[in-house]
């Protein structure tokens, strides 16, 4: 399988456990490993056969900015469902979340989530194997 990657996306949202998060909101930052067949767009040279990645951009923004969740872990499961559902040329997404600034008192930088799903024979999402 060929790799498109979304690396470094940084959104804003209103996610967390902690009420001060839901109300003040903060930076996070996802990045997306889609596995997909280019070849046919790299042959023809047109958009169309290929996964506008601009639109795949503003699809993960909506789901960031949109209704908050609690764990970072729903919210990269949310863009994993989201981008399968949507483009079902893509087998695999793997989708890494990212709070830099977690409301905590201690430094490092940040805490990130990665899974992976893919696309099970029946259709389904389900998590892909390494």
Same mark, same amino acid.
Do not use: W
């Given at each position: ?8 996306? +940084? ?5 967390? +456990?902690?009420?001060?998060? $839901? ?6 930052? %996802?990045? /997306?490993? /889609? ?11 047109? +958009? =169309?056969?290929? %996964? $506008?990645?601009? =639109? ?7 789901? %960031? =900015? ?6 970072? =872990?729903?919210?990269?499961? $949310? ?17 890494? %979340?990212?709070?830099? $600034? ?12 990665? /899974? ?15």
């Amino acid at each position: 399988m060929d790799r498109m990657r979304l690396k470094r996306m +940084v959104f804003f949202g209103y996610h967390g +456990v902690y009420p001060e998060e $839901n109300k003040l909101g903060q930076k996070y930052e %996802v990045d /997306l490993d /889609l596995r997909l067949d280019l070849g046919r767009a790299a042959r023809s040279d047109d +958009v =169309e056969d290929t %996964v $506008n990645y601009a =639109e795949i951009h503003a699809l993960v923004k909506r789901i %960031v =900015e949109g209704p908050p969740v609690k764990l970072i =872990e729903t919210l990269a499961e $949310n863009i994993a469902s989201a981008v399968l559902g949507t483009y079902t040329n893509i087998h695999t997404a793997t989708v890494s %979340v990212t709070k830099p $600034n977690p409301p905590f008192d201690i430094t490092f930088d940040g805490v990130t989530v990665e /899974l992976s799903r893919r696309r099970g024979p029946d259709g389904s999402i389900v998590p892909a194997e390494d």
